[in-house]
């Protein structure tokens, strides 16, 4: 089905209800996929479901995308004592959502994984609206893995999650769908945006939405022994942009920003454009991580989070590895003596950087969010 941006289509009003929250891993793929169906199909109406705390409903006001709240909690273990209000939180979940669609009538639903899916799709199932799914790791969270068996259809972002699901699954190939700003930026305009000189050095250190506590301390220690001072007095271009996270407090960043040509904030609202001006990036390996670093051509080094279900972003790195695009570290054996190692190293491999961020571009699924919209359109068209 062919279609430009904007096309009218016949019977064009739909209801899309889109049910993504708990990390931006999550939050930012709804969001594209989104932005490409709001660009397809102007008419159409667009509604997020999520938690009112989350980042999802910041994303919803800040996007002007309509916002409908669920409860939802992460499923723990029968025997942890969080268990019973997991079952409470989800019920309520269930009853917002049936009431959410008996109000919407939705057309179709979308779930990017996470737990907010899960009452909003168990709802979908029950009340037989068709749903779509979208996984962005290399191997699929609990949530997509037990909803593909309902789904119409379910997108993909890496060849090696096909074994994850039944073969009676339809599954797409497409990437992950990364916000449309990704690519439309360039190096110099994004240093000229925040105003970093033109000749620096720059690194960019984040650990997710919500922080990483081994890459913070690692900054935290980089001139314990002057040694960061010593690498700046050879090579004054350096800096380092640190993201600490939002779960942590603001005293982290300030702490972190008295280090010599390092300054620190909890989140960058402006992340795209940082990792535009960046010259190397430090981070987790999350897959939505992977996509954006992908989208811009950054050479990076990645430490999975350790704890992650099924340890999926050891996966999503060792993909980026073994491309030649990114360097791997386990998290255990990253420290601020790591750190300071790989930006030694950086800083003077040129060649090899600019070799890894083409490399990591090759990567990139521009046409992603386009795809996915294209194949939800096809579903109610």
């Known amino acids: 089905m062919a279609l430009e941006k904007g096309q009218a289509l016949k019977n064009d009003s739909k209801t899309v209800l889109i049910a993504a929250g708990g990390t931006s891993g999550h939050i930012f793929p709804a969001l594209a996929i989104a932005k490409e169906l709001r660009s397809l199909c102007p008419s159409w109406r667009i509604v997020f479901c999520g938690v009112t705390d989350g980042l999802e409903h910041k994303t919803a006001l800040q996007e002007n995308i309509e916002f409908r709240p669920v409860t939802a909690q992460n499923l723990p273990s029968k025997n942890d004592p969080r268990y019973w209000s ?5 019920v309520s979940g269930m009853r917002l959502s049936y009431k959410a669609m008996k109000e919407l009538k ?14 909003v799709l168990t709802i979908a199932k029950i009340l037989r609206i068709p749903y779509v799914l979208h996984e962005q790791n290399s191997i699929p969270g609990r949530a997509n893995r ?13 060849d090696v999650s096909r074994s994850y699901f039944s073969k009676k699954t339809s599954l797409y190939l497409t990437g992950n769908p990364v916000r449309p700003d990704f690519y439309h930026l360039d190096y110099e305009s994004a240093r000229e945006s925040i105003g970093l000189d033109s000749d620096a050095f720059a690194v960019l250190v984040m650990g997710g939405s919500l922080g990483a506590k081994t890459i913070n301390d690692a900054v935290r220690g980089l001139d314990q022994n002057g040694e960061w001072s010593q690498l700046i007095e050879q ?9 600490t996270g939002t779960q942590n407090d603001e005293s982290v960043a300030e702490q972190l920003s008295t280090i ?4 620190a904030t909890p989140f960058y609202h402006d992340a795209p454009l940082r990792i535009a001006a960046c010259d190397f990036y430090v981070g987790r390996a999350g897959a939505m991580t992977c996509a954006e670093i992908t989208a811009l051509g950054k050479p990076s080094i990645l430490i999975p989070y350790p704890f992650a279900a099924d340890d999926h972003q050891t996966e999503n790195a060792n993909v980026m590895k073994r491309a030649g695009a990114a360097f791997v570290c386990d998290d255990r054996s990253f420290n601020s003596r ?5 930006i030694r190293s950086a800083v003077v491999e040129k060649d090899l950087l600019a070799e890894m961020g083409a490399k990591a571009k090759s990567l990139a699924t521009p046409y ?3 795809m996915i919209a294209k194949e939800i359109i096809d579903l109610l068209c």
Request: with cysteine.
């Open 86 to 90: 997991w079952v409470k939180r989800n």
């Open 106 to 119: 939705p057309d179709i639903v979308i779930g990017t994984g996470g737990y907010v899916s899960a009452p």
């Open 146 to 158: 037990f909803f593909s068996k309902g789904a119409e259809k379910v997108f993909i972002s890496y």
């Open 235 to 243: 090579h004054p271009q350096l800096s380092i942009m640190v993201s």
């Open 260 to 263: 010599p040509q390092v300054s």
């Open 338 to 342: 790591t750190l300071l190692e790989v």
């Open 368 to 370: 992603a969010s386009c």
